[in-house]
């Protein structure tokens, strides 16, 4: 396959624009090629073809789908501000205003310099969704010119390619999907796997050839069978077989370890009629001639949210093959097709030659700018994309019938943000078909969901939803509600976070050094001071692992490269905090080992300990009573590695113990912990909480501490704190 294949000339758009049912104003498209032609001037593609033949093969996928004169224009002209010495201004100026915001719809961003290159993608999807919302043609343009370039990417370097494919698959197809746009969604889809996964690519490929003769013939029997039972009583039948695409069958092979003969619609019939009284007839029918499998599915009287309409059935032949029959009128065959396409050009009203902007079907758009207007991360909107228009929908209903479309694996939390951010907010439960389920419940196609929430001011979402909900939008208001009404808390939940990585990483700043040296980082991210710092960590609007290879260089620079003292600094100059180290222990008959003190009991310089001789990684040191160590040592699996151990008389270091404090559930009082242990300058490596019944509430603590006299010491201290119930170690 060669890369001119794909490459169309203007004769050949020409001669489109002649047997399509649109009527096109030729001479502003010839108007629009000859300027193009003369802005790319000696222009080459990669592969070495006039750079003019790229937006005339777009022009061309345009004229195919039987979109209108200014999309064609637009198309052609698409590369020529961003590519070429051409301004809007020349664009509005030659072909007017329209054609003008089409074209900068489509330009990216290219002038604006960005740290990496997710928050440019992010930038340009973001500018593409605006566009959007105010004329709905940008993006199919946009997606045309995108399958152009992925018909004729492999010219470019592998990983340029592997890059390209993958923004296809995470950004492009899932909007295709959304616009019902199958026959693009999937051959955007099929030729980024080419270059994703070639091996699973050329497997699936093979093995469909193979059998592609017997899947023909078999076709070919069903269509005859079906049409034999129709006759007369069904007029302008059209039968058509169709295999699943690569992608499809991909998920459903390599994803879920299943063999191709265990898919039910690796090939499927498509029965096409002028009536949907006419569809339902057929099913009957079909339902006649073959076993049906109970996988029937009613997609016209509830169409998916990307205005997809169709009868799904699953059956069988007297020889046991299953395969899925499709069955849908002309017009709905044109809508799965190009989606909104077909749906723009037939179905929605215009006013002025603009988009009807509050159409219900584009409403994602919105929601999805609304969810980046929110989100503290600009990369937020690509994660919206790839999460929440997946390709794998459910359906569910509200108990006024109600139909909301969320992506396979949501949950009732997202169900509820999706409604609205102030019912998520206040929710406290649902219900799924009228009987309580977990907080964590996955909806299922048809299940009629009821959230329960309780009165405005409230309660809240709980920080364990992060890690429940699918969709990033939810994940996002979620965030949002923290940030608002939780600041305090954020504080000390991304503080603790930070020094923890810091920590991980061997980092450690001088206190007076480091609001100076984050600096930078805060400032960056729109914090003005070091606690709005740690607020948005807490609440998840700076993810760490983004920002600490900065942290990283900001340290280098400052404790490893000072130009006034150009040695690195020796251990003894770095600012000073307890080391954890597997010493203080003695262990009888063995010399120089490594230590290292068991998690499950954390033991501590005053408890009776004993060694445990592990395979390659030393002893590790328990405590007596620890539930790890058999109560009969003479008598449990090998005895011989069970060893006496000691503590040292004199240690220095520190070591980990772990509090459990009941409480009285009150603001402040993580505050008021945090601040006790900071004025006995107590180390703090992990801090939890949660609620209990009877508003209480539990918080767990890891700390740093010398040994169990210090260890008494600090939780004396702590019982002195407003709201203690009880505290004990664990």
């Given amino acids: 396959m060669t890369d001119v294949v794909h490459y169309q000339d203007f004769d050949e758009l020409l001669s489109l624009m002649d047997k399509s049912p649109v009527k096109y104003n030729k001479r502003k498209i010839k108007k629009a090629y000859e300027f193009a032609n003369i802005a790319h001037g000696d222009q080459r593609r990669v592969s070495g073809v006039p750079f003019i033949l790229h937006p005339t093969s777009v022009a061309c996928i345009l004229a195919k789908m039987g979109m209108d004169t200014d999309s064609v224009v637009a198309a052609l002209l698409h590369d020529t501000v961003e590519d070429t010495d051409t301004t809007l201004d020349d664009v509005e100026e030659a072909f007017g205003e329209e054609v003008a915001k089409l074209v900068d719809g489509l330009t990216k961003i290219s002038k604006i310099k960005y740290t990496d290159r997710e928050e440019q993608q992010a930038e340009n999807v973001r500018k593409m969704l605006i566009a959007m919302s105010n004329d709905i043609r940008v ?13 004729t990417i492999e010219c470019i370097n592998e990983q340029k390619r592997r890059d390209k494919a993958l923004e296809c698959m995470e950004v492009y197809a899932p909007i295709a999907h959304r616009l019902g746009m199958k026959a693009i969604k999937d051959e955007l889809e099929d030729l980024s796997m080419r270059y994703l996964d070639p091996v699973a690519y050329e497997e699936i490929e093979k093995e469909l050839s193979l059998t592609e003769n017997e899947r023909n013939a078999f076709i070919e029997e069903i269509k005859r069978k079906i049409l034999d039972k129709i006759g007369n009583s069904i007029s302008h039948v059209t039968i058509s077989g169709r295999v699943k695409s690569v992608v499809s069958i991909y998920r459903k092979t390599i994803m879920q370890g299943r063999e191709i003969n265990q898919i039910f619609d690796v090939f499927a019939v498509r029965v096409i009629v002028n009536t949907v009284a006419d569809c339902y007839n057929v099913l009957g029918i079909v339902h006649d001639v073959f076993t049906p499998l109970n996988r029937f599915k009613d997609y016209i009287s509830t169409p998916k949210s990307n205005m997809y309409q169709s009868l799904h059935t699953t059956v069988i032949d007297k020889n046991g093959i299953p395969f899925e029959v499709q069955i849908r009128t002309r017009e709905m065959h044109e809508t799965a097709e190009y989606g909104i396409a077909a749906h723009w050009r037939y179905k929605l009203k215009m006013k002025g030659g603009k988009m009807d902007s509050l159409d219900e079907n584009l409403a994602w758009i919105r929601k999805t700018l609304e969810v980046q207007n929110e989100a503290e991360d600009s990369t937020d909107i690509v994660k919206t994309i790839k999460y929440d228009l997946s390709a794998n929908e459910v359906y569910v209903f509200t108990p006024k019938g109600d139909v909301i479309p969320l992506p396979y694996g949501a949950t009732v939390i997202d169900m509820a943000y999706y409604i609205h951010s102030g019912v998520g907010n206040r929710m406290i439960g649902a219900k799924a078909n009228n009987r309580i389920v977990p907080i964590d419940y996955q909806v299922k196609n048809g299940d009629i969901i009821e959230i329960l929430t309780q009165k405005e001011g409230s309660g809240g979402p709980k920080r364990d939803w992060l890690k429940i909900v699918k969709t990033n939008s939810a994940r996002t208001k979620i965030r949002q509600w923290f940030k608002k009404e939780r600041r305090e808390e954020n504080i000390i939940e991304g503080r603790l976070a930070f020094d923890k990585e810091l920590k991980k990483a061997g980092m450690q700043f001088a206190e007076e050094d480091l609001e100076e040296c984050m600096r930078p980082i805060f400032q960056r991210h729109y914090c003005a001071t070091i606690d709005d710092f740690y607020a948005a960590i807490g609440y998840g609007g700076i993810q760490l692992w983004k920002i600490m290879p900065r942290v990283k260089e900001i340290y280098t620079k400052k404790y490893k490269k000072s130009p006034e003292d150009p040695k690195p600094i020796t251990e003894e100059r770095l600012p000073k905090r307890k080391r954890k180290v597997g010493s203080g222990v003695i262990v009888e008959g063995v010399e120089d080992c490594l230590i290292k003190f068991a998690r499950c009991c954390n033991p501590l310089p005053g408890d009776d300990i004993i060694g445990f001789i592990t395979r390659g990684f030393g002893v590790s040191v328990h405590k007596r009573d620890c539930t790890n160590v058999p109560e009969n040592l003479q008598e449990c699996e090998e005895p011989e590695r069970w060893v006496s151990a000691f503590w040292e008389e004199d240690i220095h270091e520190s070591f980990l113990s772990t509090l459990e404090i009941i409480c009285n559930d009150r603001t402040g009082f993580l505050a008021d912990v945090t601040k006790e242990l900071s004025n006995m300058r107590i180390f703090i490596t992990m801090l939890n909480s949660r609620e209990l019944k009877d508003n209480q509430a539990m918080v767990t603590v890891t700390i740093e ?26």
Avoid at 141 to 149: G, P
Avoid at 710 to 715: N, Q, T
Wanted: charged share 20%; net charge positive.
């Fill in 139 to 151: 993006i199919i343009v946009k997606l045309a010119d995108r399958l152009h370039n992925m018909r």
């Fill in 705 to 730: 501490i010398n040994n169990m006299d210090h260890l008494r010491s600090v939780m004396a201290h702590l019982a002195q704190i407003n709201g203690i119930v009880s505290i004990k170690r664990v």
